[in-house]
């Protein structure tokens, strides 16, 4: 069976977990942690160089990691990849924005206010850039998800699965969905799919 070195609050590691529930894929998971060293031990980083999570162990020994990559190895050939060239490079388009624009304010917000050894952190600057940053982000996909039902094409999709992970959890970090009501709206929709996990699942 398929490995998940995961740790259990992380959007990161839930985007792949709610992955492989959407295509009916068992995961052994080995529960890890970013905040206690042990992603830094030679042994993890055997397996993956950066030291980060999620890593999967695949059954032949070789290992993957990134989020955005594990869920297209685990969904190649899926509907959760769309067929249709255009509307599978604008999945690609929204993948590369979670990671580049969206995770690295509405993820790191959060953790300024979930995890108590980064609060020291949350200076008063910091946090208005990243509710600045946060809210850019949160824009873009209002604009996309106030006409349309899905990021990608008129299907649910990896862009889907990989945005819900960290907007889902975005009011933890002081994001106000009063003024993006397709977010609310789509937040909904993939609550509701069949096969839907929540982060603690």
Known sequence: MITLYDMPDSGNSYKVR???AHLGRPLRRVTMSSR????RS???LAKNPIGKLPTLELEDGRFLGESNAIMLYLAEGSALVPADAYDRAKMYEWLFFEQYSHEPAIA???????YEERRHLATPERL???????????????TRLAGHGWLAGDAFSLADISLYAYTH???EGGYD????PGI?????RVAARPGHIGLAD
């Open 36 to 39: 206690d060293g042990s992603t």
């Open 177 to 180: 969905f009063g003024a993006f």
């Open 18 to 20: 709610l992955a492989a």
């Open 42 to 44: 030679p042994d993890f």
């Open 169 to 171: 959890t975005a009011e």
């Open 108 to 114: 790191v917000r959060r953790a300024l206010f979930v």
């Open 184 to 188: 609310r709206r789509w937040l909904d």
């Open 128 to 142: 208005a850039q990243l509710l600045e940053a946060g809210n850019r982000a949160l824009a873009v996909m209002e």
